[in-house]
């Protein structure tokens, strides 16, 4: 089964950390760059960070400096690590896997942040 699963999601104080993880199975990682984009209320989706195999990483300019986007091929996993949290880092983080015209999504995970 094709699928995409976050977890780590949850509320923290600003300033705090977090470790968002996506596990996929039912394709070839390794082919697929993997993202995060997230989606606070009324606003649209965007992008966080993406990584392609291996090495090349790029990232929204709102995170640079705080987030670390990594990945696993061995385990079919990437990470999110989030560090010095802000109120405005709130929303639905989504995993996504892109390989040429295949795009998938996982179903979102919560990110609360407090003042």
């Known amino acids: 089964q094709v699928q995409l699963v976050e977890s780590g999601g949850g509320l923290v104080q600003a300033g705090g950390s977090l470790r968002l993880s996506c596990a996929a199975s039912g394709i070839i990682f390794s082919r697929y760059t993997m993202g995060w984009y997230r989606q606070a209320p009324g606003k649209q989706r965007e992008l966080v960070a993406a990584?392609?195999?291996?090495?090349?990483?790029n990232y929204a300019d709102s995170v640079k400096g705080r987030f670390t986007i990594s990945r696993d091929n061995a385990k079919n996993t990437t990470y999110l690590q989030m560090n010095s949290l802000k109120p405005e880092d709130t929303a639905v983080y989504y995993c996504?896997?892109?390989?040429?015209?295949?795009?998938?999504w996982g179903q979102g995970t919560q990110v609360t942040v407090s003042s």
């Open positions: 996504n896997a892109r390989w040429y015209t295949n795009y998938l």
């Open positions: 990584i392609i195999s291996g090495v090349s990483a």
